[in-house]
């Protein structure tokens, strides 16, 4: 029956290709209700969410809290910025703290890997993680994927590869999770230092040349080159990666095939893609944005139908 | 568990006819009335009577949506198996028209007030109609009555009312089944 495998989303790697696809098809209804003229549903009147961002965010963050109003769930919002945490008080406490005003769901972004699957084994509450350290961002994924099946048909059988600075990005695991979950052939591509070494313990094939693997994909996922995360120089400046790395219509335009450009944002024009590369025709950049409302109303739907009183 | 057939394919057939007469002595040309039928058993019905009416009744431009409720339930996470949910297929306003909402059975009437709110969606309506194939009195939790009816049944609680289309089940019928 139309239930979620897992009681919280705290990964791709913890889901099934069934939960996916559920969660797809909810999103397609989700999708037709954010596009109507009143673009809201009651079905959450009685639920409360607490947006727990630990870490900066600006378009996850708005785009769970649209989804979450969408459904009605009354929001509270959170950043550490502001928080108790710069005082000392540990995550448990700064969470059953807001747990005991009654919260039945969490959204939790955090710079520390496992954050998420920690957090659920100590509280009682359904965990939705936005993104933990350089690990998982799993509702970033399904929404990619979700784009993918949207302009292509389907994604069981497409070739897609994610360029860029793989080491350091949440985005680039959750996507390959998912994409080889349902039946898509995954490649990376970017600069040697910026690959994790274990990647081929994934499945996944490395490609250094730019070019070449974009011959091969039917996709191009371009993630930004993360330089908050870098504590080193991983490659020697800016211009040299935008000269290996960087998609630009040149490129795009001697492939002799179309291929679809996506990008989970924020873009740094002129470095890892183009300004016409982003606007494109065949570049689903703010389709993503919009996917990622109706992504987010499915997961937090279906988990809410979990919940008890 | 033994059930009792109450209406056949004939009876339907006849029942449908004497819906869409009575819609169109209230409703005319339909220029200012759409059908809207509830997902997922409400839609075989008002496919039926859209079909019906623009074939045997010549009625032009007849626009039909399909609604699902599953949102607007007031049941969500109260009842044991999860609900999925259908498509809503409504591609016009309904501000200022006649809408004629359509089901096969109207039991406890939460349905129909879970789609009087889904409804607020799509515009506000000049009015609001209720036509049911079949109507369950004696069952009512809200105060909705039908405005066309197929057949009144007095079915007990544990009773239940199957409607079968030949879309679905290769047969128009309606059955009482006792437990």
């Given at each position: 029956?139309a239930?979620?495998?897992v009681?919280?989303?705290?990964?791709?790697?913890?889901?099934?290709?069934?939960?996916?696809?559920l969660?797809?098809?909810?999103?397609?209804?989700?999708?037709?209700?954010?596009?109507?003229?009143?673009?809201?549903?009651?079905?959450?009147?009685?639920?409360?969410?607490?947006?727990?961002?630990?870490?900066?965010?600006?378009?996850?963050?708005?785009?769970?809290?649209?989804?979450?109003?969408?459904?009605?769930a009354?929001?509270?919002?959170?950043?550490?910025?502001?928080?108790?945490?710069?005082?000392?008080?540990?995550?448990?406490?700064?969470?059953?703290?807001?747990?005991?005003?009654?919260?039945?769901?969490?959204?939790?972004?955090?710079?520390?890997?496992?954050?998420?699957?920690?957090?659920?084994?100590?509280?009682?509450?359904?965990?939705?993680?936005?993104?933990?350290?350089?690990h998982?961002?799993?509702?970033?994924?399904?929404?990619?994927?979700?784009?993918?099946?949207?302009?292509?048909?389907?994604?069981?059988?497409?070739?897609?590869?994610?360029?860029?600075?793989?080491?350091?990005?949440?985005?680039?695991?959750?996507?390959?999770?998912?994409?080889?979950?349902?039946?898509?052939?995954?490649?990376?591509?970017?600069?040697?230092?910026?690959?994790?070494?274990?990647?081929?313990?994934?499945?996944?094939?490395?490609?250094?040349n730019?070019?070449?693997?974009?011959?091969?994909?039917?996709?191009?996922?371009?993630?930004?080159?993360?330089?908050?995360?870098?504590?080193i120089?991983?490659?020697?400046?800016?211009?040299?990666?935008?000269?290996?790395?960087?998609?630009?219509?040149?490129?795009?335009?001697?492939?002799g095939?179309?291929?679809?450009?996506?990008?989970?944002?924020?873009?740094?024009?002129?470095?890892?893609?183009?300004?016409?590369?982003?606007?494109?025709?065949?570049?689903?950049?703010?389709?993503?944005?919009?996917?990622?409302?109706?992504?987010?109303?499915?997961?937090?739907?279906?988990?809410?139908?979990?919940?008890?009183? | 568990?033994?059930?009792?057939?109450?209406?056949?394919?004939?009876?339907?057939?006849?029942?449908?006819?004497?819906?869409?007469?009575?819609?169109?002595?209230?409703?005319?040309?339909?220029?200012?009335?759409?059908?809207?039928?509830?997902?997922?058993?409400g839609?075989?019905?008002?496919?039926?009577?859209?079909?019906?009416?623009?074939?045997?009744?010549?009625?032009?431009?007849?626009?039909?949506?399909?609604?699902?409720?599953?949102?607007?339930?007031?049941?969500?996470?109260?009842?044991?198996?999860?609900?999925?949910?259908?498509?809503?297929?409504?591609?016009?306003?309904?501000?200022?028209?006649?809408?004629?909402?359509?089901?096969?059975?109207?039991?406890?009437?939460?349905?129909?007030?879970?789609?009087?709110?889904?409804?607020?969606?799509?515009?506000?309506?000049?009015?609001?109609?209720?036509?049911?194939?079949?109507?369950?009195?004696?069952?009512?939790h809200?105060?909705?009555?039908?405005?066309?009816?197929?057949?009144?049944?007095?079915?007990?609680?544990?009773?239940?009312?199957?409607?079968?289309?030949?879309?679905?089940?290769?047969?128009?019928?309606?059955?009482?089944?006792?437990?």
């Amino acid at each position: 029956m139309a239930e979620l495998s897992v009681e919280h989303l705290l990964g791709i790697k913890y889901l099934k290709e069934n939960d996916i696809d559920l969660i797809f098809r909810t999103a397609d209804h989700f999708k037709e209700v954010i596009n109507r003229p009143i673009k809201k549903v009651p079905s959450l009147r009685d639920i409360t969410i607490a947006n727990l961002f630990f870490e900066n965010s600006t378009r996850t963050k708005l785009s769970f809290e649209l989804a979450e109003k969408r459904l009605s769930a009354d929001v509270i919002n959170f950043s550490a910025g502001q928080s108790s945490v710069k005082k000392g008080e540990t995550l448990i406490d700064t969470v059953n703290n807001i747990l005991a005003m009654k919260v039945d769901i969490v959204v939790m972004r955090h710079a520390s890997v496992g954050a998420g699957v920690f957090l659920s084994r100590h509280v009682d509450a359904k965990i939705i993680n936005a993104g933990d350290g350089t690990h998982e961002h799993p509702t970033q994924a399904l929404l990619d994927s979700y784009s993918i099946r949207e302009k292509l048909g389907n994604v069981k059988g497409k070739k897609i590869v994610i360029v860029g600075d793989i080491l350091h990005s949440r985005v680039a695991l959750s996507n390959i999770f998912a994409l080889q979950l349902q039946g898509a052939q995954v490649k990376v591509c970017g600069p040697t230092t910026l690959i994790p070494k274990y990647i081929s313990s994934l499945g996944v094939e490395v490609e250094s040349n730019l070019k070449k693997a974009l011959e091969w994909c039917d996709v191009a996922n371009v993630l930004r080159v993360q330089h908050e995360r870098m504590d080193i120089k991983y490659f020697p400046s800016t211009r040299e990666y935008t000269q290996l790395f960087g998609i630009n219509q040149d490129i795009l335009n001697n492939l002799g095939k179309k291929i679809v450009i996506m990008h989970p944002g924020p873009i740094n024009r002129g470095v890892e893609i183009t300004s016409e590369v982003a606007d494109c025709n065949e570049s689903v950049i703010l389709n993503q944005v919009e996917n990622g409302v109706a992504v987010r109303m499915a997961v937090i739907y279906l988990l809410a139908q979990q919940v008890k009183r | 568990m033994s059930k009792k057939n109450l209406l056949n394919s004939k009876d339907i057939e006849i029942i449908l006819h004497r819906l869409a007469c009575q819609l169109i002595e209230n409703h005319n040309d339909f220029s200012n009335t759409v059908l809207i039928g509830l997902q997922p058993r409400g839609s075989y019905l008002a496919n039926r009577l859209a079909e019906l009416l623009k074939t045997s009744y010549h009625i032009k431009d007849l626009e039909l949506g399909l609604l699902d409720i599953t949102f607007y339930r007031d049941d969500f996470r109260r009842r044991d198996a999860p609900l999925e949910a259908a498509s809503t297929e409504i591609d016009f306003l309904i501000e200022d028209k006649n809408v004629v909402i359509i089901d096969d059975v109207l039991y406890s009437g939460r349905s129909v007030r879970a789609a009087l709110t889904a409804m607020q969606s799509y515009g506000r309506p000049e009015s609001i109609e209720l036509l049911v194939l079949i109507d369950r009195r004696f069952s009512r939790h809200l105060p909705i009555q039908p405005d066309y009816r197929g057949r009144q049944v007095d079915a007990i609680n544990e009773e239940k009312v199957l409607v079968t289309w030949t879309e679905t089940h290769k047969k128009d019928a309606v059955y009482i089944e006792f437990k």
